[in-house]
């Protein structure tokens, strides 16, 4: 079943709420967590049931069994997301945002653009940031950054309250942002050079990470030698080898055409699967969202504050083809409806 957790407290209906004050509804919005449904829409045990002599549910059964591993009829990936999980939860969260608030002023015009956002990212856990253009999601980037201070709220990292401190995280633009007269590989050492890392070490590992990001033989170039795309993954691999384990992701691929997009998504997705840094990534893109994220935050317009916390149900790993899957379509639908409900608030 497809969960999503609203937290729009002025929303009216009959939600069952948690310790936290959010509700929990299934994605279509229309009931309640506790109410779900089989995965035959509604399908009871008498209609699963096969007769005596065997038939489709007995082949069913054994084809399940045949697909799963030996760790409680789960496949094994899925035993492995499961047990990942169970050690994350151990940890405090890699980043934790609590009651966020921030306000511009100019000329004495006062602007809201962040109401008591809070936030989190476990250990190793991919979250998405979704919502309306103007909607704070730069800005709460800049203040976990330590590039602006809130004016209410905390930000925390790994248990450590870090507020307003800078060199906190690695991150990443829209832009590549790679210094037009360093050569590819020197851009990539960067972020090691500034924490003063030994330059051979790094050197080696860096060429090691251009094989496999497919920037081999590219190492000596310079960024203008390269097409976008190429740029993209040489930013990318910058801020994946900088020491700090949380990963700030601003729209990394907005400014691409379709095709290499789609190429950069899955090439993220693996490269993310085996590496399994804790990552926030803002998008537009409801369907890179969904592939790539264990959870999508779901703004409202300005001031942003959090309207829907949505749960993404699907197993990893993940491959382009679980974007043709009912399930996905579905949250996909309500996603865009969300959408398209704060950009009609935004225009009147």
């Known amino acids: 079943m497809i969960m999503a ?57 054994a084809g399940a069994a045949r697909q799963t591993g030996p760790g409680g009829g789960r496949p094994e990936g899925e035993q492995a997301e499961a047990a990942r999980m169970a050690g994350a939860q151990d940890a405090p969260p890699a980043l934790e945002v609590n009651s966020v608030s921030k306000a511009f002023f100019h000329r004495r015009r006062e602007t809201r653009v962040l109401d008591h956002v809070s936030i989190r990212v476990e250990p190793q856990e991919f979250v998405s940031i979704i919502g309306p253009s103007g909607c704070g999601k730069s800005t709460l980037f800049h203040i976990i950054g330590g590039l602006e201070q809130p004016d209410a709220g905390t930000v925390s990292m790994n248990g ?60 000596r170039a310079y960024p203008h030698m390269l097409s976008g795309g ?27 055409d379709a095709l290499t997009r789609s190429e950069m998504q899955r090439w993220l997705l693996e490269l993310w699967e085996e590496n399994r840094r804790s990552v926030l990534f803002i998008t537009h893109n409801i369907e890179e969202a969904l592939l790539l994220s264990s959870r999508i935050y779901v703004f409202s317009g300005r001031p942003g504050s959090i309207l829907h916390t949505i749960d993404v149900p699907f197993p990893r790993p993940r491959r382009e083809e679980i974007m043709e899957s009912p399930d996905f379509l579905q949250l996909k639908r309500q996603l865009s409806q969300w959408m398209r409900e704060e950009q009609a608030k935004a225009v009147k």
Not at 12 to 18: N, Q, T
Not at 20 to 29: V, Y
Not at 230 to 256: I, N, T, V
């Open 230 to 256: 190429m740029q993209q993954r040489a930013a990318f691999l910058r801020a994946l080898l900088a020491p700090q384990e949380l990963m700030l992701l601003d729209e990394p691929f907005s400014a691409l």
């Open 160 to 219: 450590k309250p870090v507020t307003g401190q800078r060199g906190e995280i690695s991150y990443m633009p829209q832009q590549p942002a790679l210094f037009p007269w360093r050569t590819i590989e020197d851009n990539v050492l960067l972020a090691g050079e500034l924490k003063g890392e030994p330059r051979a070490e790094a050197r080696a590992a860096a060429r090691h990470w251009l094989d496999k990001v497919g920037l081999g033989g590219f190492e």
């Open 5 to 61: 957790h609203t937290m729009d407290a002025g929303r009216e209906g009959a939600a069952s709420s948690g310790a936290d004050g959010s509700r929990d509804w299934n994605a279509g919005g229309m009931a309640p967590s506790g109410h779900s449904a089989g995965a035959g829409g509604g399908q009871t045990k008498g209609d699963l049931k096969a007769g005596a002599g065997g038939g489709p549910a007995e082949e069913e059964q």
